[in-house]
T-cell receptor, first 117, second 111 residues
Framework: GAVVSQHPSRVICKSGTSVKIECRSLDFQATTMFWYRQFPKQSLMLMATSNEGSKATYEQGVEKDKFLINHASLTLSTLTVTSAHPEDSSFYIC?????????????FGPGTRLTVL | QKEVEQNSGPLSVPEGAIASLNCTYSDRGSQSFFWYRQYSGKSPELIMFIYSNGDKEDGRFTAQLNKASQYVSLLIRDSQPSDSATYLCAVPLGGFQKLVFGTGTRLLVSP
């Protein structure tokens, strides 16, 4: 149980284009999902908290107009990197927190490696 | 003081030894604590969580929590080369229960 998928696993795009990443909880419902970014040899950085049916909460320094988050259902959240630039190249990882859990555990998707040329 | 602190390592242990990974946290109100393992180029994988003082064992892994001293540790018995990874300590923070991660400790288990 507690499987989270991400799609695509890897994407290469040209500078200026937009990229959408999907995060799905496959066998549980998740009211809350999280989006992280990880640069090589660095720690996980939380970008935003996504809540089903409401606006995402962004961490300080993360541009909400650049990183659009939609959490339209209890099993799906999407992150769209708009007008991507080479500095946005990174490993993007989502996690999902099962609805109703008391322990706050999060289960991670396998990540999406974004390369912007 | 950082909210969650870990020694970055690397921590090198021989195969079969006990690896001891430590984590300290700043918020005395924290109630639950998580250990994740992250292999290079992969996403984190939940190993175990603990919320009561004392020890919690799961196979070769033991989590130890001391709320008075604000530290949580992870012991890995009979370490295997496949245990070589970065181990992340995480503590919930804030109203949305977001997890704050330490920078991780890199463990190297040599054959």
């Amino acid at each position: 149980g507690a499987v989270v998928s991400q799609h695509p696993s890897r994407v290469i795009c040209k500078s200026g284009t937009s990229v959408k990443i999907e995060c799905r909880s496959l066998d549980f419902q998740a009211t809350t999902m999280f989006w992280y970014r990880q640069f090589p040899k660095q720690s996980l950085m939380l970008m935003a908290t996504s809540n089903e049916g409401s606006k995402a909460t962004y961490e300080q320094g993360v541009e909400k107009d650049k990183f659009l988050i939609n959490h339209a259902s209890l099993t799906l959240s999407t992150l769209t990197v708009t007008s991507a630039h080479p500095e946005d190249s990174s490993f993007y990882i989502c996690s999902a927190r099962p609805s109703g859990t008391r322990n706050n555990e999060q289960f991670f998707g396998p990540g999406t490696r974004l390369t912007v040329l | 003081q950082k909210e969650v602190e870990q020694n970055s390592g690397p921590l090198s242990v021989p195969e079969g030894a006990i690896a001891s990974l430590n984590c300290t946290y700043s918020d005395r109100g924290s109630q639950s604590f998580f250990w994740y393992r992250q292999y290079s180029g992969k996403s984190p994988e939940l190993i175990m969580f603990i919320y009561s003082n004392g020890d919690k064992e799961d196979g070769r892994f033991t989590a130890q929590l001391n709320k008075a001293s604000q530290y949580v540790s992870l012991l890995i018995r009979d370490s295997q080369p496949s245990d070589s990874a970065t181990y992340l300590c995480a503590v919930p923070l804030g109203g949305f229960q977001k997890l704050v991660f330490g920078t991780g400790t890199r463990l190297l288990v040599s054959p």
